[in-house]
C-alpha cells in the first residue's frame, strides 16, 4: 500500500513560528515592564542609563532613556525592584527608589525627576557647562589600539593616565544596614554639605571608582602607584609584603598587590572610616575591605572589578565594575584645594 504522506517543509516552519510566539506570549505574560520619562530640575528630558535591581535575586536589568528622556525595561520577573540613576554627581544627584513592585503582565508608570547636583551653577561650575565638557571628551576619544606594554618580568605593565569616559561601568547591587542608609538619607537631605571634598579632604577609594575619577598609574617592579586631581597618592606594594599586623587606619589605606597570570590583584584593608562609599552619603567604617582585579587586556584599556565588604556598613559583598580608557595626550593637573575652595560657604546652612 503506497505512503500518500508528503513532506511539507512551509508546515515545519509554520509550527516552529508558532511555538516561537507560543514561548515569547508566555514569557511576557509571566513578566511586567517598566517605564516613564526622566527629566532635569527644569524638567527638561536626560538621556542617562536606569537600572533596576531585583531586591531578591540582586539581578541587574538596564535601560538607556532616549534623547526625549523615555525609557523603559520590559521581561522584568515578578518581584520588588530598587530602580536607580547615577548620573554625573555635578550635574545631578544620584535618584533611588526602593520597593518598586512589578506584577507578572504588568506595566509600570515611573516618571523620574532628577534634583540639582553639587555644582554652585555658576560661570565653569554649573550642569551644562559639566554636561558640555563630558560630550566635549567623548568627541575627541580616540582609543590607542596594540598589545598591552609589559614589564621585564613579563608581567603587564598598566602604567598610563586612564579615563572613565568612554568606557563602561556597571555599579553594582549594594545593601546597606539600617544605621548606614540613614545617615545616607540625612547627608542628602543636608545638600550633601558633609562632603568631605568640601572641606578639602581625601575622598576614598571606592567613591573614586563610582565617580569615574581619571587618575594616572605609574608602575615600577615592586611598586604600582595611583594618583589623580586633589587627591592623596596610593601605593599598592607588589614586593611581597604582608598588611601590618595592626595598620594605623588612614584615608587610602594599606594596600598589597600579587599577580594571578596577567591580573594584578590589590588586596586593601586598614581605612578610617571617614570617606563616603558613593554621592549618596553611604559611610564606611574601619572594617572596609576591598579587593580590585585590574586587568589590561589590549593597549587602551584597563577593566577593573572592584569587591567592596565592610561588616560594619553593608550586608554583604558589592561588586563594582568598570572599563578606563587610555588617554595619552591628558595628565593630572595641580589642584591645590585650600587656595580653591568654594563650595563650603554655599552649602553649610542648607
Known amino acids: ?15 516552529l513560528f508558532s511555538l516561537l510566539a507560543a514561548n515569547l506570549t508566555a514569557q511576557q505574560s509571566s513578566t ?8 532635569d530640575p527644569d524638567g527638561h528630558a536626560v538621556r ?10 540582586k539581578v541587574a536589568y538596564q535601560g538607556m532613556a532616549s534623547a526625549a528622556g523615555e525609557y523603559s ?3 522584568l520577573p515578578a518581584g520588588t525592584y530598587r530602580l536607580t540613576v547615577q548620573a554625573l554627581a555635578n550635574s545631578f544627584r544620584a535618584f533611588t527608589r526602593d520597593d518598586v513592585k512589578i506584577a507578572a503582565g504588568q506595566t509600570v508608570k515611573f516618571d523620574i525627576h532628577l534634583e540639582e547636583g553639587i555644582a554652585l551653577n555658576t560661570l565653569g561650575d554649573g550642569r551644562e557647562f559639566f554636561q558640555d565638557v563630558a560630550r566635549a571628551n567623548s568627541a575627541k576619544l580616540e582609543i590607542p589600539t596594540g598589545p598591552a606594554p609589559r614589564m621585564p618580568d613579563g608581567k603587564p605593565d598598566l602604567s598610563g593616565y586612564w579615563s572613565a569616559a568612554g568606557g563602561s561601568f556597571d555599579p553594582g547591587f549594594a545593601e546597606f544596614q539600617d544605621w548606614a542608609e540613614e ?10 554639605r558633609d562632603l ?9 577609594i571606592v567613591l573614586g571608582v563610582n565617580n569615574g575619577v581619571p587618575q594616572r598609574i605609574a608602575q615600577i617592579p615592586g611598586l604600582l602607584v595611583m594618583y589623580s586631581e586633589g587627591q592623596l597618592p596610593r601605593q599598592i606594594f607588589l614586593d611581597g609584603r604582608p598588611h601590618p599586623s595592626d595598620p594605623n587606619p588612614t584615608w587610602r589605606g594599606h594596600s598589597i598587590g600579587r599577580w594571578e597570570k596577567d591580573t594584578l590583584v590589590a588586596d586593601t584593608v586598614g581605612f578610617n572610616d571617614k570617606p563616603w562609599l558613593d554621592w549618596s552619603g553611604h559611610p564606611q567604617t574601619e572594617m572596609l575591605h576591598v579587593v580590585e582585579r585590574y586587568r589590561r587586556p589590549d593597549l ?6 572592584m569587591t567592596v565588604e565592610d561588616r560594619g556598613a553593608l550586608k554583604g559583598s558589592w561588586l563594582i565594575k568598570r572599563t578606563y580608557i587610555l588617554d595619552p595626550k591628558e595628565d593630572i593637573l595641580e589642584n591645590v584645594c585650600t587656595e580653591n575652595e568654594k563650595d563650603l560657604s554655599h552649602l553649610v546652612g542648607k
Not at 511586567?32 to 527629566?39: E, L, N
Open 32 to 39: 511586567g515592564t517598566i517605564s516613564g520619562a526622566v527629566t
Open 183 to 192: 545617615l545616607a538619607r540625612k547627608r542628602q537631605a543636608d545638600d550633601l
Open 1 to 15: 500500500m503506497a505512503d500518500d504522506r508528503r513532506y511539507n517543509p512551509y508546515m515545519r516552519w509554520l509550527l
Open 196 to 204: 568631605p571634598g568640601a572641606r578639602c579632604l581625601p575622598n576614598g
Open 300 to 305: 587602551g584599556h584597563l577593566e577593573l572589578e
Open 73 to 75: 525595561i520590559a521581561q
Open 48 to 57: 542617562v542609563p536606569v537600572r533596576v535591581y531585583n531586591a531578591a535575586t
